[in-house]
């Protein structure tokens, strides 16, 4: 099946700092991918959709200044939160749709960032 | 947003039985799918049942859809320790984007 990735698995930074997250497909094209962030024993939040070659969509209530998206190319999308803050400490996720069954989404294996 | 709800939050069952999970939604979808996530972990895509279709199975899954009731439940038949996770259920309305439930914890005891 498809692999997707991320980097880094962990990451520690302090308050006003940024932090990039990557997200990469690596065995197919994603030219959509989707940003989610998670609490702890929480459900999954759907944060934006990374569109290859345009600008990102953000849902309502994210904001878009504060979690930068890029998707540089057909397999990366990165993620940039901005400032960080102890509330943005979280589990980051992203996914991509699957070339041929567009439907089922591959997911990554997740970002654990703690802003202290 | 997120409009999936999924009972029961937690569940623990002795290896061998069968474990439940409910999962309602407030709109109309597309699909819905269930997804497994190991602590820590990112998500394992398991079954996508179309909202056309009432039931499906996948090896000792199966998964129901009413849509009259907005509601679907996954089984899982002779569970055994490795099935212990979390379980999500996404609904799919447009645009491919998930709206996922609470999720449902599930402990397998050996």
């Known amino acids: 099946g498809a692999v997707v990735s991320q980097h880094p698995s962990r990451v520690i930074c302090k308050s006003g700092t940024s932090v990039k997250i990557e997200c990469r497909s690596l065995?197919?094209?994603?030219?959509?991918m989707f940003w989610y962030r998670q609490f702890p024993k929480k459900s999954l939040m759907l944060m934006a959709t990374?569109?290859?070659?345009?600008?990102?969509?953000?849902e309502q209530g994210v904001e878009k200044d504060k979690f930068l998206i890029n998707h540089a190319s057909l397999t990366l999308s990165t993620l940039t939160v901005t400032s960080a803050h102890p509330e943005d400490s979280s589990f980051y996720i992203c996914?991509?749709?699957?070339?041929?069954?567009?439907?089922?989404?591959?997911f990554g294996p997740g970002t654990r960032l703690t802003v202290l | 947003s997120q409009q999936g709800e999924e009972d029961p939050q937690a569940l623990s069952i002795q290896e061998g039985e069968n474990a439940t999970m409910n999962c309602s939604y407030k709109t109309s979808i597309n699909n819905l799918q269930w997804y497994r996530q190991n602590s820590g972990r990112g998500l394992v895509h398991l079954i996508l049942?179309?909202?056309?279709?009432r039931e499906k199975h996948s090896g000792r899954l199966r998964v129901t859809l009413d849509t009259s009731k907005k509601s679907s439940s996954l089984l899982i038949t002779a569970s055994r320790a490795a099935d212990t996770a979390s379980y999500f259920c996404a609904t799919e309305a447009n645009d491919y984007k998930l709206s996922f439930g609470a999720g449902t914890t599930v402990t397998v005891r050996a």
């Open positions: 049942i179309r909202s056309n279709e």
């Open positions: 996914s991509a749709p699957g070339m041929e069954t567009y439907n089922e989404q591959f």
């Open positions: 990374s569109n290859e070659g345009s600008k990102a969509t953000y």
């Open positions: 065995d197919f094209q994603a030219t959509t």
